[in-house]
Every structure is written in C-alpha cells, then in structure tokens.
C-alpha cells in the first residue's frame, strides 16, 4: 500500500491539472450517439494496456462521495467526535465539481436545526454562515392563468409554515462547510469524479476509483491521459444527491430497494435574479400552484412553484414539475417561462436581471421510497437516500442531519480497535473484515427526520387523485392524520412509465420568450456556466440492451421524442438524416447540467447517466 502522505501530492497535483483541463463553453454542437458496450474503433494494444493499467491507491478510514450538505456534515461530524475523544481518523470527501459547491442547486427556504445541531453556535461566529435572510411573510397562491387567489397560512399543512426559516444560497452554506471541513484537516478534493465502485473479493465496498482523463471521442487514450485513482476506505459513505450514479450502483447490488415503492422525481428549474435594491422585499416567501400546470381540479400534473427575496437585492425564483407527468408535450423549462408572465411574478421581476440558471432533479418518494441505507462497507446519505420531503419543498436540513446521524453510528465501529485505524497505519489493515453499520439504520428510523417524513407519506401519491383531491387529502394528513392512517396510498411504476402515447394529446404551443422576462433555453444555459472538455467520450450513454429501441426510433414514434422537451439543456435533439429523410436522435452532451433528468424520464430509461471529466459540468455560484 502506497504511503498516504506520498500520494496525497499526487492527488493534489491532478486537481491542479483538472482544473486548468480546456473546458468548451455551451454550444449546440452534435455529438455521436455512444452505447455502453459501444466503441468508435479498436483499440491498440499499447492504448489497451494504458486503460488497463494499475492505478494508484490511497487509504482512508472514511471516504465520502459528494461535498454536498449531507456529505460534509458527515465529515464535520466525524472529525468533532474524534477532536472531542482525542482520536485521529483520516476523512476525504471526493467532489465532482470544479469546485464545492459548483454543483448544488436547491430552492431554498432553508430550516436551520440540524445546522443548531451541527454547529450550536453558529450565530455567533466570527466567519459564521451565510444564513442572513430570515423568512418574514409567507403567501401561498393559487393561480388562474390571469387571476389568483391566497390560501391562508392556517389552511396550509403546518410544515409549510416558514417561522425561524431563513432564505439562502444553499451552494454558498455548502462552501462555507467545505472551509469548514478542511480548517478540521478533513481531506476535499474537488474537480474529481467517482466512476467506479470498488468491492473486494467477498463483494463488500471499499471505495472508488475516479475516471480516467486524457480519453479522447473515439475512446483512444491521448497525450494527456492518466488513470484514475483508487481511493479506498474502511467505510465509504455516498453522498451524490439525487439519482446519484454510484448510489444507483450499490442500491441494485445490494437490492437495497426491495420492498419499497419506487421513488419518483420532480425537475426544478431555477433562475436568480437581481433587481434594484428598493424593490427588493428581504425575507418574502411565495409559493404557487395552478396555472400553468393545473387547469382544472382534477388535474393529475404535480407541481408548483417558489420566488423568494434574499437580501440585499436578489430573486430566487424556480418551477418544480413531478416527473410522473403524463402528457410527452410539457416541456418544463418553457412552462417555467411562461409562468414569468404571470402578473403576480412579473411584478417582482421588474426592472430586474435574470444572472443564473439552472435545473436539478430532486426526490419526491418520501418516506414510502426510502430504500435500506447500510450495505458491507458503507452506506447511503441526504438524497442518495431520497430525504427530501416534497410537501415541505425542503431537504437541505434531511440531508444534513442524515450525515451526523452516520457520523455518529459510524464513529465507535472505526476507532473500536486502534490497530485498524488507517490514520495511524496509513494502510488499510487485511485483517479487518468491511462492516456494515447497521446502526445508522436504526438511528435514523429514530430520528426527527423519519418523523417528518412520515407525516405526510401519502401526500403526494394523492394528487394522482387530481389536483384539488391532493390539496384537500393533503391538508387533512397535515392537521388531522399526521401519517398514522392505516392505509398506504401505492406508487407501483416509476416515472419514465407514466408517460402515455402522444396519440392521446394534442401539442402545447408556448409562447416565444420576449428577452425580457423569459428566455430562450441556449441564451439561459450560458448563465449556467456550464462547460465540459470536448475531447473526450460523452457521459450519456445509451443502455446497450435498449439500443434496438433508439435505433427504431421507438421514443419518437410512439411519444413524440420527450426528451426533446424535458431536457432543460438542450441536450437531446432529433435531426433528420439528409440521405434517409428519417430523423435520428442527437446528443449534445456539452450541454449537460448534470440535472439527471434523462436517467429518470426517458422512455423505458434508455440512456445510462454516467460521469464526465472531473470538473465538467455547470459552475453555479448564487444556486
């Protein structure tokens, strides 16, 4: 086993590299359609040796994939408990990121009490968090396509109240954990992506390796090249947010979802806004459903919207749509455009200019769709899980406190016996056998956040109802049944298989964007800072087993092509073969925000998400 100390220079040295790699802004571009088991052209031996070649390793007691809240909280946590007992445990959490935080992307009124667990004294601190705005109204509207009406606060389900909440930037809070993290010397390297779950001979985790870089389009390794490092740990904990690509790895492994319901997904679509300085209303919360999405009370299409004023000058403003939509014409970005000129979201635009953009999946199963969270040799955490909770349009605090919760199950199993602490040995010791911590299980089915979830466990599957049944069923879980209903409202089919045939609807004509409000979608993805080496095979890639499917144009056919409309990136496009006359399906894999939606919502989920170049991606810095 390599030195720990050693390698670390290594390490640090291709972060350095990674993050001087050319990176080729957002264009519309055509890329080749890659498959999984595809290749452009063979290989040479010699390139066939470099891609086989042994990589590099290096031990930690604990790794941690993603340096999301969830994931840095678990860091933070771990090294407290170790400072409080006067233990060493050596922690790395791995990023894809160029940077930490560059791709967290959330709403986010943000509930502080596992930041009061975390860090008690977070008030007064001297560098203390960027939580300033706290939440001093609170509408909720329901919209008609020119009209609305307010539901009083007393109607509303009590956890959508926003007392002692603040508005914030959730990737500023998670660059402030990232400093956070490594003034305790937790180990954070940024700009490199887990592509690979290790597992040892008895098929137990023991880390990752990152992807090799220097891989050119046609698969052929360049001058650049170099493989990825092993980084191996005596628990590895994943942290990727949601429809993570590692974390979709270990739950099918381990069967980690058996005997839960699927989770299901909603895409939210985001822009910050500044406007002038005495427009700005610090501390105002909005939330809305209706138009454009529901047009009538039984409307089965799930979803609604946030605009939020954080100080000094600033609009966060976003449209969330249910992935289980039916209809294969939404296109959630242009509804989200279109949802700007609605009066009583214009008004707080005026004057203003949009500065960022940018899409995310989030989690929408709740408590139904939690599947196991600990298999041998790790575990999973935040919204790898799925902790979001929907009705409450919050997970930031879920994910935080998930990550102390393992900390904490996880802490006493590592320093049990002090020969296998890897931060004494710098090696990771053979005779001891992967765990796995079953205790972080218990403990969070004890914790406040299994409590919450709970709570409103049906509400969403109840707007499968309608729109108006799902409001009213929701309210009386709020304030009546509090979860303990004896029933279980079933979600038995994932996203990509409510899709129903385009036959069976007629096509939305959006208005086009006025440049003022609304925008068209290549002119917001420059404000996304997205940007990806272009020399280099794309991370989408097509599910070799469904290929036939692509091929016959199955998802054009039969569905109109909704990946066309449901990427909010511009990735996927149909363009027609000048030879055939037929059209074939192109991807545009610069465009990628790293979103996941295409993993979750394509027909019979064809495309496989799979990480680019480290560093790739979008740059988000107010998101």
């Known amino acids: 086993?390599?030195?720990?100390?050693?390698?670390?220079?290594?390490?640090?040295?291709?972060?350095?590299?990674?993050?001087?790699?050319?990176?080729?802004?957002?264009?519309?571009?055509?890329?080749?359609?890659?498959?999984?088991?595809?290749?452009?052209?063979?290989?040479?031996?010699?390139?066939?040796?470099?891609?086989?070649?042994?990589?590099?390793?290096?031990?930690?007691?604990?790794?941690?994939?993603?340096?999301?809240p969830a994931g840095l909280a678990a860091a933070i946590r771990l090294k407290q408990l170790a400072i409080e007992n006067e233990k060493d445990i050596s922690i790395c959490v791995l990023e894809k990121g160029a940077e930490v935080g560059s791709h967290i992307l959330s709403?986010?009124?943000?509930?502080?009490?596992?930041?009061?667990?975390?860090?008690?004294?977070?008030?007064?601190?001297d560098d203390r968090p960027?939580?300033?705005?706290?939440?001093?109204?609170?509408?909720?509207?329901?919209?008609?396509?020119?009209?609305?009406?307010?539901?009083?606060?007393?109607?509303?389900?009590?956890?959508?109240?926003?007392d002692g909440n603040y508005i914030i930037s959730l990737n500023q809070l998670?660059?402030?954990?990232?400093?956070?993290?490594?003034?305790?010397?937790?180990?954070?390297?940024?700009?490199?992506?887990?592509?690979?779950?290790?597992?040892?001979?008895?098929?137990?985790?023991?880390?990752?390796?990152?992807?090799?870089?220097?891989?050119?389009?046609?698969?052929?390794?360049?001058?650049?090249?170099?493989?990825?490092?092993?980084?191996?740990?005596?628990?590895?904990?994943?942290?990727?947010?949601?429809?993570?690509?590692?974390?979709?790895?270990?739950?099918?492994?381990?069967?980690?979802?058996?005997?839960v319901q699927p989770q299901t997904y909603g895409i939210g679509v985001k822009e910050v806004w500044e406007i002038p300085e005495e427009n700005c209303n610090p501390g105002f919360v909005q939330h809305t459903l209706g138009w454009p999405l529901q047009h009538g009370p039984l409307d089965q299409t799930f979803g609604g919207s946030f605009l939020y004023h954080m100080a000094p000058n600033t609009i966060l403003i976003g449209f969330v749509i249910g992935l289980d939509y039916e209809n294969p014409y939404i296109n959630p970005y242009r509804e989200f455009q279109r949802w700007k000129h609605h009066p009583e979201i214009s008004k707080h635009l005026e004057g203003g200019e949009c500065v960022s953009y940018g899409a995310r999946v989030l989690n929408e199963g709740g408590f139904h769709a939690i599947p196991k969270l600990t298999f041998p040799g790790?575990?999973?955490?935040?919204?790898?899980?799925?902790?979001?909770?929907?009705?409450?349009?919050?997970?930031?605090?879920?994910?935080?406190?998930?990550?102390?919760?393992a900390a904490e199950a996880l802490y006493p199993k590592l320093v049990e016996k002090e020969e296998f602490i890897c931060c004494e040995s710098y090696e990771i010791s053979e005779d001891e056998k992967p765990q796995e911590v079953v205790e972080y299980q218990t403990a969070m089915e004890e914790s406040w956040v299994y409590d919450e979830l709970k709570e409103v466990r049906n509400c969403h599957a109840a707007f499968h109802w309608g729109f108006l049944p799902g409001l009213a069923y929701s309210g009386l879980a709020?304030?009546?049944?509090?979860?303990?209903?004896?029933?279980?409202?079933?979600?038995?089919?994932?996203?990509?298989?409510?899709?129903?045939p385009a036959d069976q609807y007629s096509e939305i004509v959006y208005p086009k964007p006025d440049g003022v409000f609304s925008f068209d979608l290549l002119t917001n993805l420059a404000r996304s800072g997205t940007a990806h080496n272009d020399d280099q095979p794309a991370h989408l890639r097509i599910k070799y087993s469904l290929k036939s499917l692509v091929d016959s144009n199955e998802s054009l056919k039969t569905y109109a092509g909704p990946e066309q409309r449901f990427c909010p990136a511009g990735?996927?496009?149909?363009?027609?073969?000048?030879?055939?006359?037929?059209?074939?399906?192109?991807?545009?894999?610069?465009?990628?925000?790293?979103?996941?939606?295409?993993?979750?919502?394509?027909?019979?989920?064809?495309?496989?998400?799979?990480v680019p170049e480290g560093a790739g991606g979008p740059n988000y810095a107010m998101m």
């Not at 008609?144 to 926003?162: A, K, M, R, W």
């Not at 902790?387 to 994910?399: D, E, M, P, R």
């Not at 979600?491 to 129903?500: C, G, I, L, Q, R």
Request: with cysteine.
């Open 1 to 68: 086993m390599l030195s720990r100390l050693s390698t670390c220079g290594r390490v640090a040295s291709r972060l350095q590299t990674s993050s001087r790699t050319r990176r080729t802004p957002v264009h519309n571009c055509l890329a080749s359609i890659p498959s999984i088991k595809a290749q452009t052209r063979p290989l040479s031996s010699d390139a066939d040796d470099l891609l086989s070649s042994e990589r590099e390793a290096m031990p930690y007691d604990v790794l941690i994939v993603g340096a999301g």
């Open 107 to 125: 709403g986010n009124v943000f509930e502080p009490r596992a930041l009061d667990e975390l860090f008690p004294d977070w008030r007064s601190m």
């Open 130 to 162: 960027p939580v300033d705005t706290s939440v001093k109204e609170d509408k909720f509207l329901a919209l008609t396509e020119t009209g609305s009406v307010e539901i009083p606060n007393f109607l509303l389900p009590s956890q959508l109240h926003n």
């Open 174 to 259: 998670v660059r402030w954990m990232g400093t956070k993290a490594e003034e305790l010397e937790i180990e954070v390297f940024a700009g490199f992506a887990a592509s690979e779950v290790l597992y040892d001979e008895e098929g137990a985790v023991k880390g990752i390796a990152t992807r090799d870089v220097g891989i050119g389009k046609d698969g052929v390794p360049k001058a650049t090249f170099e493989r990825g490092m092993e980084l191996r740990a005596r628990q590895t904990l994943f942290a990727e947010g949601a429809r993570g690509s590692c974390s979709e790895e270990v739950m099918e492994k381990f069967n980690l979802r058996d005997g």
């Open 378 to 405: 790790g575990a999973l955490i935040g919204c790898s899980a799925g902790f979001l909770n929907s009705v409450k349009i919050k997970g930031s605090h879920t994910a935080i406190k998930s990550g102390m919760v």
């Open 478 to 500: 709020a304030h009546i049944l509090k979860g303990k209903e004896p029933w279980t409202l079933e979600n038995p089919t994932p996203d990509s298989a409510k899709t129903k």
């Open 571 to 610: 990735v996927y496009e149909y363009h027609e073969d000048s030879a055939s006359g037929d059209k074939k399906l192109v991807i545009n894999a610069q465009n990628c925000v790293h979103c996941k939606c295409c993993s979750i919502k394509m027909p019979h989920e064809y495309i496989k998400w799979t």
